[in-house]
């Protein structure tokens, strides 16, 4: 760890403009991913703005039915938050299956959607890494590559996994990333909000400079479904997942009316899967749908030197979730 | 003896010191003016330092010097002897010259006036090598220059001739990764120097060992060190032998003239405080028509590293445990870019149970016998490779009682036919077994007038409940209650004891305490005779000592008003006693029977059941010691379907070392537990007839999972983990790297 300059901000406009001073500057919510990079040495703000203090820590139903999250509220209050449980079940279980019951204390909503990649080389800090050094190579190709990186959404340049087991949630139910910049705010879908690595593996996300997430906004719930998320990894708790899938489903007398897919684990981002979706719709609940709609989840899959049991894993994870859904 | 106490189950005497964070471990020690340290580590596994650039971490806030190569006082090395009480598994000093044998090797040490200071200043170091070629794993190694013959070699009979004509053969090969300790507290040592005489605080399974070795390496009489470690946050065998950051931290803070605290950081306590190496272990085993073992040859090779050999003994259990007539093992090694390997919680056992009962299991399967059938036809009656009968052996009680709480009788043979919903039900069993080792011990023990008694030894509690036992062996002798014990360990100041490790810490120390508890007695009976005493006149053989009293002729007299009557501070007692004999074969025996359930449909293996039963001789306190068994059989449950410390094989650097990617058992793994204690004592072996327990339930364990493994799936893993992968179909064929 280095020294920084730090400063507390209580409005967002304060945070944005201490941001915007600093030449190296980062947000710090719960530090549970920022502290442990700059101890690490890996990540070396010369400026650490604390957003503790900006009252963005409330979960809000707004009149059109959607939820609107603020940036702070903390993995454990979302989850154990009753309307969360109540509509958006797959959301509360991928909070409660990540991390430990210290790090989900501490850990924020806008934290959690910012987490950077577990890749080993990325946080050694000297290897080849192309999202920590630009231009200097992937030593995870052909390398370690077993239990944190992508099958999905890779390149030549990158394989890291995206660890967020909340965001997989997200990426089924559908969601608004709300920023605040030094130009006003915006929306960002959140489809959109991850990039896949390309040829480019350092741009991690849709945010501008000194932008600042206040919130995290959820589509309305669809009526009538179940939801539930599905990690599937060696140990029973406190890992990343090796495989994940989040799904909302609605069938009526037996067949499926409305279904969302999105896999963790696997992918470079969250990864929704609209053909699987689409392929569900108006099928019957049942093993054979749900061995095509996995199938098509995990299609363009490339499976590197040690993770390629992550496909046919990725695959279970869905067909499992959509059968104990519609049991 | 009283007998109550002794096999009773008191709670740790220093627990609520424990929980209420009062107890203090190594780096909690900071004398005034203590400077800290913190490493630069070696990012290459194999070459040299060309260059080191220290301008930028010099003007770095609160540093105060910054060691290495070239500026490292001069030291000796210990002769690592553990015969002479200076062992050491890394000979090489710290900084010795400017060669790199392993990635995560000291290259330099930054003392600042904080922690955090020096750790922001050895960031700064910048460090250029020239990297040569490293040799990342035992493939590697053995490849590029082969093995090099080992050590602790047995055989008997002719195996190879008894293996070509026999009925029945098998010719495996297992393999284990690379497993780090990871105790929960990090190596450390605080050093400083007073007049020449160095103190240290470390976290330590072995002060005395470690004072021996400082003693060599800083060329001081053994009196001019001082080594302390009143609690260890555990070690599992990596905190047996002194580390290069110990010397490291005692040089800099003569150098400086102040104390130096040094913690070595999680990321390196993979790479530079020793690991259990990597192995390869081949077994041929034959029986004839009958299920006999005919012929058994185990032959191990380990990884070692380029500085020390370390060997790890696979086969040491392989000669004893099953009769045979033809038998042979060999252990050989490899060198790779790696730390130097060392003990963990087992060694050789641990590894060569997993090969052995994995391969126990397919011997009886070839021969077409029940598993359990076949161990009970074939247990070694006596000890073949001593010729010397056992001391003490219940492992027919201990394996039919563990089969029968199991519910052995009911598995189908027939792999992958128990259903149970999603999940496939296994069953699987294997022997566990441990050397029975004690050595010399020194204690000492005062009964003092305030109605205390006050025990020291200079051996350790590791958290395994030392500091109990040791008052429960004073409470046993003189009736006093444990709240009036008080126990001091872990400081070569006491008198001499033993290292805690090899589950030898309980049998060494325990008749040590106790002959001095008696002798303290005697004193306090020759002052009680004596022409001022309260029994003055009465012959001290004619005393009798009972709850705290010395009695005679039905008059009894509290031993505080012996003291005090005439003014008397203690009576006291010394005791030295001898290691083991060799009359018999001392070994601990058991039996894990271990339930797995694979839910195919979402590859997920589970251990859901766990029935051990162990005997280990006397159970002195049946708390700690399941507590010990519980704990080893979590450990194994690790090492057979979690645990690989995994090496880019490019480059041979550690890639998970954390402690988030280096997978341990949560508790949400545990399984169900049920431990069977069949304390038979063993009155051969010790006056308390105990065997010690720390380590027998790690063995075997690893084995009886991969045994269940393969009755539910009917697929054979022979090389650890069990990570889901070996055990899924269709996965496809990788098509980049
Ligand atoms: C050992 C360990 C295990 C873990 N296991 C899991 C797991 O199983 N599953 C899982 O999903 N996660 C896991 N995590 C990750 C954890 O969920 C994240 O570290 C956490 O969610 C980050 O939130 P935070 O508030 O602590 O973020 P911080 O560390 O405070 O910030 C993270 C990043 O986001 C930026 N940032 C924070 N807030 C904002 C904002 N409002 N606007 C813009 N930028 C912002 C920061 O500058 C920083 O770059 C684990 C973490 C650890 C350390
Ligand atoms: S996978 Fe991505 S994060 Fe990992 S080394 Fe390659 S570029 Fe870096």
Known sequence: MRAFDYSRADSAERAIASHRDGAQASYLAGGTTLLDLVKLDVMQPSRVVDINRLGLDRIETLDDGRVRIGALVTNTALASDERIKRDYAVLSEALMSGATTQLRNKATTAGNVMQRVRCPYFRDGVSACNKREPGSGCAAIGGFNRSVHAVLGTSEHCIAMHPSDMCVAMAAIGATVNVEGPNGSRDIDFLDFHLLPGDDPAREHALEADELITHVTLDAPIGGSRSGYLKLRDRASYQFALASSAVIVAVEGGTIRDARIALGGVGTKPWRAREAEQSLIGQPAGERSFQRAAELALQGAVPYRQNAYKIPLGKQAVVRNLTTLTA | MSDNIIGAAPKRIDGRLKVSGAAPYAADHLPEGTAFGYGVFSTIASGEITRLSLDEARRSPGVIDIFHHDNFPDLHRSPASFAEGNMVEETRLPFEDNRIYYAGQFVALVVADTFENARAAAYKVKVEYSESEAIANLDQGVAAHGTEAGSSEHSRGDPASAFDGAAQRIDVTYTTPVETHNPMEMHASVAQWHDGQLIIYESSQGVVMQKGALSKIFGLTPDRIRVESPFIGSGFGSKLWMWPHAVAASAAS????????????????????????????????????????????????????????????????????????????????????????????????????????????????????????????????????????????????????????????????????????????????????????????????????????????????????????????????????????????????????????????????????????????????????????????????????????????????????????????????????????????????????????????????????????????????????????????????????????????????????????????????????????????????????????????????????????????????????????????????????
């Open chain 2, 254 to 737: 003569r150098e400086i003239a102040r104390p130096v605290q040094l913690v070595v950081p999680r990321a390196q306590m993979f790479t530079t405080t020793g690991h259990r190496p990597e192995t390869r272990q081949r077994l041929r085993l034959a029986t004839d028509g009958n299920g006999r073992l005919v012929s058994l040859r185990h032959d191990s090779i380990n990884t070692t590293s380029f500085t020390d050999r370390y060997v790890e003994t696979c086969g040491s259990v392989t000669k004893s445990l099953y009769h045979c007539d033809n038998l042979s093992i060999s252990h050989a090694t490899t060198r790779v870019n790696r730390g130097t390997p060392t003990s963990m919680r087992a060694p050789g056992a641990a590894p060569g149970l997993f090969a052995l009962e994995s391969a126990i299991d397919e011997m009886a399967l070839k021969a077409g016998v029940d598993p359990l059938a076949f161990r009970l036809n074939n247990y070694a009656e006596r000890d073949e490779s001593l010729d010397l009968d056992f001391s003490s052996n219940h492992i027919v009680e201990a394996t039919r009682r563990a089969a029968e709480r199991f519910g052995w009788q009911d598995r189908n043979p027939e792999p992958g036919s128990m259903r149970d919903g999603n999940e496939i039900v296994g069953y699987g069993m294997a022997a566990c077994n441990w050397e029975a080792l004690k050595f010399g011990c020194e204690a000492r023990v005062s009964l003092r007038a305030d109605g205390s008694a006050y025990v020291t030894c200079a051996t350790q509690d590791i958290g395994t409940g030392t500091y109990t036992i040791v008052a429960q062996a004073v409470s046993d002798v003189t009736g006093l209650p444990l709240e009036r014990i008080t126990v001091r360990l872990g400081d070569t100041s006491y008198p001499e004891g033993p290292l805690s490790g090899g589950s030898w810490a309980t049998a060494t120390t325990l008749p040590a305490v106790a002959e001095a508890t008696r002798n303290a007695i005697d004193q306090l009976k020759s002052y009680a005779v004596s022409s001022r005493g309260r029994f003055s006149g009465v012959d001290a053989g004619e005393l009798g000592f009972e709850n705290a009293q010395l009695v005679h002729n039905g008059e009894r007299i509290d031993y505080v008003d012996i003291l005090s009557a005439q003014r008397l501070a203690s009576a006291d007692g010394r005791a030295k006693t001898s290691g083991a004999d060799n009359e018999y074969s001392y070994r601990s025996f058991g039996a894990h029977f271990v339930e797995v359930r694979w839910d195919p449909g979402i590859s997920r293996l589970r251990v859901s059941r766990v029935v051990s039963a162990i005997d280990v001789g006397q159970v002195i306190n049946e708390m700690t010691a399941r507590n010990q068994v519980e704990g080893a059989i979590v450990m194994g449950l690790g090492m057979a379907h979690f645990e690989a410390t995994e090496y880019d094989h490019r480059d041979g650097r550690p890639v998970n070392n954390d402690y988030a990617e280096y997978v341990v058992p949560v508790h949400a793994d545990q399984p169900e537990l049920d431990v069977i204690l069949l304390d038979y004592p063993d009155y051969q072996f010790n006056e308390f007839g105990a065997r010690g327990i720390g380590e027998i339930g790690t063995t075997g364990l690893a084995a009886a999972v991969a045994n269940a493994v393969y009755h539910a799936t009917g697929k054979r893993v022979r090389d650890l983990p069990i990570h889901k992968e070996k055990l899924m179909d269709d996965i496809p064929e990788a098509r980049s790297a």
